[in-house]
């Protein structure tokens, strides 16, 4: 089993900037991939971010060169900084986990809330 924790949610003006951490704990031995997703109220769960084991990293076309995904191993925690920020981006963020041989991703923290005012 693996637990994922988000921090670093709030309220923030556009333009601004929020950094989100994502704190595992029991079997990170076994996490493969992470990523952040976001849900807005009325709209589907959507991929923000992913960043593979290798270190290898993705982007949603809507936050390419304004967010930054990164990974801390040794301290197992996940980051997403998040810069330029718009009201569209306004969401729970979600923090996910795909461990080995499984396909999607299958751990998922409870989420901190970003908004962002116009």
């Known amino acids: 089993q693996v637990q994922l924790v988000e921090s670093g949610g709030g309220l923030v003006q556009a333009g601004g900037s929020l950094r989100l951490s994502c704190a595992a704990s029991?079997?990170?031995?076994?996490?493969?991939?992470m990523a952040w997703y976001r849900q807005a109220p009325g709209k589907e769960r959507e991929l923000v971010a992913g960043i593979r084991s290798g270190g290898s990293t993705s982007y949603a076309d809507s936050v390419k060169g304004r967010f930054t995904i990164s990974r801390d191993n040794a301290k197992n925690t996940l980051y997403l900084q998040m810069d330029s920020l718009k009201p569209e981006d306004t969401a729970m963020y979600y923090c996910?986990?795909?461990?080995?041989?499984?396909?999607?991703?299958?751990?998922w923290g409870q989420g901190t809330q970003v908004t962002v005012s116009s």
């Open positions: 996910a986990a795909r461990t080995y041989l499984t396909t999607s991703y299958n751990c």
């Open positions: 029991g079997k990170t031995f076994s996490i493969n991939a």
